[in-house]
């Protein structure tokens, strides 16, 4: 088993880019759930999908958005990078209603320069 | 809202030392609490799980309570170890329709040699 799985692992963008990341649950999970971690914090809830459908969002402007895929596999869509946008992008997958143990993946570290 | 503490923030301890991590929630209507290790600039590995209805659990030389009604919970590491070191973070799931993790800004945990 693979476990959660995303790519890439580091990207460098521009402010005003757009950016997409990239993630693969643990095999058998159905839902999947963004973080953002900042330097120093803890993660950050973006949203979390089931069933190919936005469950439930966090604190986040709509300039994050994603997308579930039949398979599970999840994107996420950054668009008008700012500077503040830069941090660890990671990934969490779980079984049915999310309430179960989540699993993560590696992080994608993104900066924004 | 959900509001998860952690306390200390960090912590330096000489190798074969038995410590003990604490966590506190806001709002005690919650489904689990997640305790997850991270390495420097990795993402999270899942260390235990304690549902609602749990007091504990044991993984090894890990243990960790729940006491939902006060609401906090404690990791406890038996004999640390210098491949111990790194940021311990705890999470809750809430309650009702909230499916996200609701983290702490972790405890970063050194053991000397």
């Known amino acids: 088993d693979a476990g959660v799985t995303q790519s890439p692992t580091h990207l460098i963008k521009t402010r005003g880019q757009q950016v997409t990341l990239r993630c693969s649950p643990k095999?058998?999970?159905?839902?999947v759930s963004w973080y953002q971690q900042a330097l120093g914090q803890g993660p950050q809830f973006i949203f979390q999908?089931?069933?190919?459908?936005?469950?439930q969002r966090g604190n986040f402007p709509d300039r994050f958005s994603g997308h579930q895929f039949p398979n599970y596999s999840s994107e996420l869509n950054v668009n008008a990078l700012l500077l503040g946008d830069s941090a660890l992008y990671l990934c969490?997958?779980?079984?049915?209603?999310?309430?179960?143990?989540?699993?993560f993946g590696q992080g994608t570290r993104l900066t924004v320069v | 809202k959900q509001e998860v503490t952690q306390i200390p923030a960090a912590l330096s301890v000489p190798e074969g030392e038995n410590l003990v991590l604490n966590c506190s929630f806001t709002?005690?209507?919650?489904?689990?609490l997640q305790w997850f290790r991270q390495d420097p600039g990795k993402g999270l590995t899942s260390l235990l799980l304690?549902?609602?209805?749990?007091r504990e659990q044991t993984s090894g030389r890990l243990n960790a309570s729940l006491d939902k009604s006060s609401g906090r919970s404690t990791l406890y590491i038996a004999a640390s170890q210098p491949g111990d070191s790194a940021t311990y973070l705890c999470?809750?799931?809430?309650?009702?329709?909230?499916?996200?993790?609701?983290f702490g800004k972790g405890t970063l945990l050194t053991v000397n040699p």
């Open positions: 969490a997958s779980s079984l049915n209603s999310g309430i179960t143990e989540a699993f």
């Open positions: 095999s058998g999970h159905d839902t």
């Open positions: 999908y089931y069933e190919e459908e936005e469950r």
């Open positions: 709002d005690s209507a919650i489904y689990n």
């Open positions: 304690i549902q609602s209805s749990q």
């Open positions: 999470a809750v799931i809430g309650g009702g329709s909230n499916y996200k993790l609701t």
